[in-house]
């Protein structure tokens, strides 16, 4: 087993950050200040994919905005921290919660607030246009940017490393 397999098969848990991540960073507003971020359906595909193979996701963000509780309602995601100014305090919580080890959770993040809950995880990922610390600290780094397919390459990768892409994929071959 090489050591990629060792991180990949033990996860229970998936923790995406949003801004940067599941999104491609930009917050658009208009003038009633109703705000707007970009999804890239593929990556919502790569989630619901995770989750038929019964991973749990979780959405994990410093800012708050209701364009992540309809995104996560829309995936069938159910855990959602947003606010979290000190991620590591609240992904200790959801550790505590759910009763996991670090072992067993992957963490996406993007920026320099994402870098202790990176540093803590069994399996830490970044976008490729993440800070140059994130990519320097993290297990994978993607080829694709975030709100591009990040997450999408993230979800093939975990699932072919825990042995389940051929039977998630099956209906469409």
Same mark, same amino acid.
């Given at each position: 087993m090489n050591l990629e397999r060792a991180l990949i098969e033990p996860i229970k848990l998936v923790i995406f950050d949003v801004d940067g991540v599941l999104t491609d960073g930009r917050i658009v507003m208009d003038n009633n200040g109703v705000e707007s971020k970009f999804f890239d359906v593929r990556d919502g595909t790569g989630i619901k994919w995770l989750k038929r193979a019964g991973l749990e996701i979780a959405f994990l963000t410093g800012r708050e905005s209701r364009v992540v509780e309809f995104r996560a309602a829309e995936l069938g995601v !159910? %855990?959602?921290?947003?606010? /979290?100014?000190?991620?590591? $305090?609240?992904? @200790? @919580? %959801?550790?505590? @919660? =759910?009763?996991? $080890? !670090?072992?067993?959770?992957? =963490? /996406?993040?993007d920026d320099l607030i994402d870098l202790p809950v990176l540093r803590r995880v069994g399996l830490s990922m970044a976008p490729a246009d993440a800070r140059p610390e994130i990519k320097e600290a993290v297990h994978f780094v993607c080829q694709n940017a975030g709100g591009r397919g990040a997450v999408r390459e993230m979800a093939e990768m975990i699932l072919k490393g825990q042995g389940l892409w051929e039977s998630i994929t099956e209906r469409y071959y």
């Open positions: !159910d %855990i959602i921290r947003q606010g /979290a100014k000190v991620k590591l $305090t609240v992904y @200790e @919580e %959801i550790l505590d @919660e =759910f009763g996991l $080890t !670090d072992r067993k959770v992957a =963490f /996406a993040g």
